[in-house]
C-alpha cells in the first residue's frame, strides 16, 4: 500500500508540473513550432491559402534566385547589414566610454541616448522624416546647404540615398541599447588591470586597446550576434521609412523580410514566401556558426 500510494503522489506532482508547463507550451506550439513546420512543408509546395496545395519540389528555391526582387531584396540586406553592424558596434562602444566616465549630467546623458530605442517608432520615424524631409527647408539640407555647402539630398525619397538613410536611422534608434550593454560591461572590469597598465607605463590609447577591448570581447560577441541576426530581420524601419503611401518599396530599399511579406500577403504565393523565409533561416545560422567558430578559435589561441 505503501508503495502504491507513493507511485500515486509521485504521478500527482507529475501531472501538477506538467500542467504548470502546459499553457506556454500549448502556446509555442500552436503559435510558433507550428508555423515554423508548416513553412518548411510549404516552401517544397505551391499555395495561395485556397486552393489544394501542390508538391513542386525545389522549384520554389529556384524561381527565388531568378527574380530580381529577391535578389534587389537579399543584396540589400547584405549591405544594410554590412553597415549597419559595425557602425553601432563603434557608435555604441564610444558612448558607453564617454558616459561611463564621471561627468556632468550623466544620468540625463544615457537617458537621452536610450530613450530613441524605447520610443515608438511610428513617432521617431515621423520625426526623423520631417528632418531628413527631401525638400530644401528640412533641417539636414538646410545642415548640408549652409554649413557643407553641398546641395540637398532626397534621403528616403530617392533610390540613391534611402539605405543611407534607412542605416544612420537603425544606429540612431538602436545605439542606446546596445552602449546599456556596453556599459554593464565596462563597470565589469576590475580597475586593478588599469593600474597594472598604468605602472608599465601605458596610456590612454594602450589602456582602451590591451585592456579595455579584451576584457569587453564577450560582451562585443553578444552584441555582434544580436545585431546581426536583428539586421537580417528588418522590416518596420524600411516600412516606416521607405513604405511609401501605398506601402510599395523599390528595389532600392526592399529587404528579404518585406519580400516574404510582400510575397505571402499581397502576392498570395505562400510557397515562395516560406522558400524565402528558409533561406533567410540559412543565412543567420551561417552566419552565426561562423562567428560562434571564430570566438572559439580566438579563444583557444
Do not use: H
Not at 244 to 257: P, T
Request: one cysteine or more; a positive charge; aromatic letters at 16%.
Amino acid at each position: 500500500m505503501n508503495t502504491q500510494s507513493a507511485k500515486k503522489r509521485k504521478i500527482r506532482q507529475t501531472l501538477v508540473a506538467y500542467s504548470f508547463i502546459a499553457p506556454n507550451f500549448l502556446g509555442f506550439a500552436i503559435f510558433t513550432l507550428g508555423p515554423i513546420i508548416l513553412a518548411f512543408i510549404m516552401a517544397f509546395a505551391e499555395w495561395d491559402g485556397n486552393n489544394p496545395m501542390k508538391f513542386v519540389g525545389i522549384q520554389n528555391f529556384v524561381s527565388l534566385f531568378t527574380n530580381d526582387r529577391f535578389t534587389a531584396a537579399l543584396k540589400n540586406t547584405i549591405v544594410y547589414s554590412l553597415f549597419t553592424v559595425p557602425f553601432t558596434l563603434i557608435v555604441a562602444l564610444g558612448l558607453a566610454i564617454l558616459l561611463n566616465q564621471k561627468i556632468k549630467a550623466r544620468t540625463f546623458f544615457r537617458t537621452v541616448t536610450f530613450f530613441p530605442y524605447v520610443a515608438s517608432l511610428v513617432a521617431v520615424a515621423a520625426v526623423w522624416n520631417m528632418l531628413f524631409t527631401p525638400a530644401k527647408g528640412g533641417l539636414m539640407n538646410q545642415l548640408l546647404m549652409n554649413v557643407f555647402n553641398m546641395q540637398p539630398l532626397k534621403w528616403a525619397a530617392s533610390p540613391k540615398t534611402v539605405m543611407l538613410t534607412i542605416v544612420l536611422f537603425s544606429i540612431w534608434k538602436n545605439m542606446g541599447y546596445y552602449m546599456v550593454i556596453y556599459l554593464a560591461g565596462l563597470q565589469g572590469i576590475s580597475e586593478d588591470l588599469y593600474e597594472a597598465a598604468a605602472l608599465d607605463g601605458a596610456g590612454s590609447l594602450q589602456k582602451f586597446w590591451y585592456v579595455t577591448l579584451p576584457q569587453l570581447k564577450p560582451t562585443t560577441f553578444f552584441v555582434t550576434i544580436m545585431l546581426t541576426i536583428s539586421c537580417f530581420k528588418i522590416y518596420d524601419i524600411v516600412y516606416m521609412l521607405a513604405g511609401g503611401s501605398n506601402g510599395v518599396v523599390n528595389k532600392s530599399a526592399i529587404v528579404l523580410v518585406y519580400y516574404i511579406y510582400e510575397e505571402a500577403f499581397r502576392n498570395w504565393k505562400l510557397g515562395s514566401a516560406s522558400a524565402a523565409a528558409l533561406v533567410l533561416f540559412a543565412i543567420v545560422l551561417v552566419v552565426t556558426l561562423i562567428q560562434f567558430r571564430g570566438e572559439k578559435n580566438y579563444a583557444n589561441d
